[in-house]
Nanobody, 114 residues
Framework: QVQLVESGGGLVQPGGSLRLSCASSKSFSINAMGWYRQAPGKQRELVAT???????NYADSVKGRFTISRNNAKYTVYLQMSGLKPEDTAIYYC?????????WGQGTQVTVSS
């Protein structure tokens, strides 16, 4: 069974940057992948997706600030975040797109605060 492990979160000031990584235990080259986030008291939402061919899509709230990428040889998906805002504070998860229940990991906490 594939396991996805997110890392790279932390505390950052508004306007700062972070790069999140999602390492898979097995190849996911046949899957579209996505980054999701869940803020306190809110439902989990889709932030960005990337297809096997590299086509990307973003939620309007992060368009122009976040970049999703993948390295199939390293079984890793990345989320480069810049221009971070307090409203980006959330636990960030990766999963296939659409998401599969059995792939949810622990996520990585991103906190944007001065």
């Amino acid at each position: 069974q594939v396991q996805l492990v997110e890392s790279g979160g932390g505390l950052v000031q508004p306007g700062g940057s972070l790069r999140l990584s999602c390492a898979s235990s097995k190849s996911f080259s046949i899957n579209a992948m996505g980054w999701y986030r869940q803020a306190p008291g809110k439902q989990r939402e889709l932030v960005a997706t990337i297809t096997t061919g590299g086509t990307t899509n973003y939620a309007d709230s992060v368009k122009g600030r976040f970049t999703i990428s993948r390295n199939n040889a390293k079984y890793t998906v990345y989320l480069q975040m810049s221009g971070l805002k307090p409203e980006d504070t959330a636990i960030y998860y990766c999963n296939t797109a659409p998401a599969a229940m059995y792939y949810w990991g622990q996520g990585t906490q991103v906190t944007v605060s001065s």
